[in-house]
């Protein structure tokens, strides 16, 4: 079985500050590990993603996350938050060996402060 | 990458009827997959529907609640039959595609609700 844990379903920055955005993980084997984006009635687009090869993990938008193993982690930073910014982000696991479901964080909405 | 589309955008239905709900994508796929996501909670895999089989369901749906068809690699329907305001919720669609692994496309999503 596998499963994310986000901390803190809000989370707000004033912009140009750092985002970290929580997220740990379970799996019972090396996971694959997403980090998507919501924006308000739009659906969800891929930030980034980590697949068992670099450790640090670099997406769109200036975002980036660091798969830690030893504290199963895989939290979602930016250096300098954008009002453009503002929306959901979900973290999400995949189990390897073949395609398995992906389960999804609840989820961590962001909110940038002018 | 897959651009996605689904319709429709939204809709308000009254109890007890049904709606289908289309999902297009731009090129051929192997897996498509059905979400839901209620109000202020994460996305709940409905079922998993692959062309030329029986789409996979989680547990806690069901095929009569909620019939799927795949007709092709490029699209599909989920249907919420029976609805009662409990199904109200964002309905969406993706895609796994080529070599990303896990690495699902999202369609825009369909908001429905049931009065």
């Known amino acids: 079985a596998q499963s994310v844990t986000q901390l803190g379903s809000h989370v707000s920055v004033s912009e140009g500050a750092l985002v970290l955005l929580r997220c740990n993980y379970s799996?019972?084997?090396?996971?694959?590990l997403f980090w998507y984006v919501q924006y308000p009635n739009q659906g969800l687009q891929l930030l980034l993603k980590y697949t068992s090869a670099a450790t640090l993990v670099k997406g769109i938008n200036g975002f980036e996350a660091e798969f830690k193993k030893s504290e199963t982690s895989f939290h979602l930073t930016k250096p300098s938050a954008h009002m453009s910014d503002a929306a959901e982000y979900f973290c999400a696991v995949e189990g390897s060996g073949g395609y398995q479901k992906v389960t999804f964080g609840t989820g961590t909405k962001l909110q940038v402060i002018p | 990458s897959a651009v996605i589309s689904q319709k429709p955008s939204r809709d308000i239905c009254q109890r007890g009827t049904s709606l289908t709900i289309q999902c297009q994508v731009d090129s051929q796929v192997t897996m498509m997959f059905w979400y839901r996501q209620q109000p202020g909670q994460s996305l709940t895999l409905i079922a998993t529907?692959?062309?030329?089989?029986?789409?996979?369901?989680e547990s806690g749906f069901v095929i009569d609640k909620f019939p799927i068809s795949r007709p092709n690699l490029t699209f599909s329907t989920l249907t919420v039959s029976n609805m009662s305001p409990e199904d109200s919720s964002i309905y969406l669609c993706?895609?796994?595609?080529?070599?990303?692994?896990?690495?699902?496309?999202f369609g825009p999503g369909t908001r429905l609700t049931v009065t």
């Open positions: 993706s895609v796994l595609k080529g070599q990303g692994r896990g690495e699902q496309y």
């Open positions: 799996s019972s084997v090396p996971p694959y």
């Open positions: 529907a692959n062309q030329g089989s029986e789409a996979t369901y």
